[in-house]
């Protein structure tokens, strides 16, 4: 992850100014946390803060918009509105140009309600999908996976989601349940409703034991919408790939240990999560030591005391 992308861009066609203020006003609200965020943008947390902190003019368009898509919010919400003078006060003009006026407005309405009648046919809107994971984890390890999807048109019908997961990793749990069957090719398919509320996958996945160390690992997907006789699709967005290097997926830094910051992410999304096979006394277990190690011949976390 690159930390220099809130440079300001060359061309300003491409960046964008981004209120700091109501981005974390935004993420507490919908308690996200910083880590969270990050992963989705592909950013460090230190970066999340600077935007927050309004540190930058400017970012890239590209950030601003998938850490929109992170917040669940449009990126108009989270752009900075500058204030405008109020409009000095002109003479009115002469009747007879009023008048005139009067007439441009009549046919600028008259011009609108017809097209408005002629598009009014429904298009389908693909919403937005952006898919979290945690940035590594160890051979045999079962790690969280989340998809949020955000309807973007509460009028459109069911929104099917599918997850391509890496050759040879296994589907452990999900909630919503997925599609009944077996998972054909390590695809897995959701069915969700129409609506437009924000619908969240949450599933659990195994990592293959004999995974080599120091590999990477990707995940693909799409969701499809479909209304009427039209149907889109979109890619989700969000981080796509978890190195297989022998370290906790709740070891969001990679440096052999569970501190402070990382126990409260990995414990909320543990308890968003029960029931679908994460391992919190591991967790806890690493946490009240002082580190841990990989037994590459067990193939199993070892505790520091």
């Known amino acids: 992850m690159d930390e220099n992308t809130d440079k300001p861009e060359k061309n300003v066609f491409q960046a964008v100014a981004v209120d700091g203020s109501s981005v974390r006003n935004i993420r507490e609200t919908k308690k996200l946390t910083q880590l969270y965020v990050a992963n989705v943008v592909g950013v460090t947390t230190d970066t999340i803060s600077r935007w927050e902190n309004n540190r930058y003019p400017t970012i890239k368009r590209d950030n601003a918009e998938k850490l929109a898509a992170a917040l669940e919010v449009s990126l108009d919400e989270i752009l900075r509105r500058e204030e405008e003078p109020p409009p000095a006060e002109e003479p009115l003009p002469p009747p007879s140009i009023r008048r005139h006026h009067w007439l441009l407005l009549i046919l600028l309405g008259v011009t609108v309600l017809v097209a ?79 609506g437009s509320d924000t619908s969240t996958i949450s599933c659990t996945v195994r990592i293959p034991r004999d995974a080599p160390l120091d590999s990477a690992a990707s995940f693909a997907g799409k969701v499809v919408l479909q209304s009427g006789d039209s149907t889109r699709t979109e890619n989700i967005g969000g981080t796509g790939k978890v190195t297989v290097n022998g370290r906790h997926w709740a070891d969001s830094n990679g440096d052999g240990r569970i501190d402070d910051n990382e126990i409260m992410p990995a414990y909320y999304l543990t308890e968003e999560m029960k029931g679908l096979g994460l391992d919190w006394q591991t967790i806890e277990a690493i946490w009240s030591g002082k580190g841990y190690t990989w037994d590459k011949t067990r193939r199993e976390f070892v505790v520091i005391p």
Do not use: Y
Not at 163 to 174: C, D, K, S
């Open 116 to 194: 408005t009648l002629l598009l009014s046919r429904p298009i389908a809107t693909a919403p937005s999908a952006v898919r979290w994971l945690p940035t590594f984890g160890a051979p045999g390890e079962i790690i969280p996976v989340q998809v949020k999807v955000m309807h973007r048109d509460p009028g459109t019908g069911g929104i099917i989601v599918r997850v391509q997961l890496p050759a040879g990793w296994q589907l452990v749990n999900a909630s919503p349940r997925p599609a009944t069957g077996q998972p054909s090719g390590g695809e897995v398919k959701w069915l969700l409703p129409g």
